[in-house]
Nanobody, 126 residues
Framework: QVQLVESGGGLVQTGGSLRLSCAAS????????MGWFRQAPGKEREFVAA???????YYADSVKGRFTISRDNTKNTVNLQMNGLKPEDTAVYYC????????????????????WGQGTQVTVPS
């Protein structure tokens, strides 16, 4: 059984920073990519960032240069450092674990992920 628990969301002013963390349980963490998605009210869930087991990363264009994803395979954690936050970053952020094992994949489609956290709210007032 895999469980993903996010933390670190909150309210921050434009230009501010937040660090999201996700703790994963289960033995498959170290052999699968991890990702972050977000969903704003009235919008579809969208890809934010992904990190492969070997550390390769992939970002959505909208967050490239502002967000950094990282993982610690010894602690079963993945983090998302968010700098330069904008009102359009307001959303519920979800931590995800890839559906299949791969050391190099950095998937970006929701269908490529098999496990999801409960989400954490990030609000950047306009």
């Amino acid at each position: 059984q895999v469980q993903l628990v996010e933390s670190g969301g909150g309210l921050v002013q434009t230009g501010g920073s937040l660090r999201l963390s996700c703790a994963a349980s289960g033995r498959t963490f170290s052999r699968r990519a991890m990702g972050w998605f977000r969903q704003a009210p009235g919008k579809e869930r969208e890809f934010v960032a992904a990190i492969a087991v070997i550390g390769s990363t992939y970002y959505a264009d909208s967050v490239k240069g502002r967000f950094t994803i990282s993982r610690d395979n010894t602690k079963n954690t993945v983090n998302l450092q968010m700098n330069g936050l904008k009102p359009e970053d307001t959303a519920v952020y979800y931590c995800t674990l890839a559906a299949t094992t791969s050391y190099s994949a950095v998937p970006s489609r929701p269908s490529e992920y098999g496990y999801w956290g409960q989400g954490t709210q990030v609000t950047v007032p306009s």
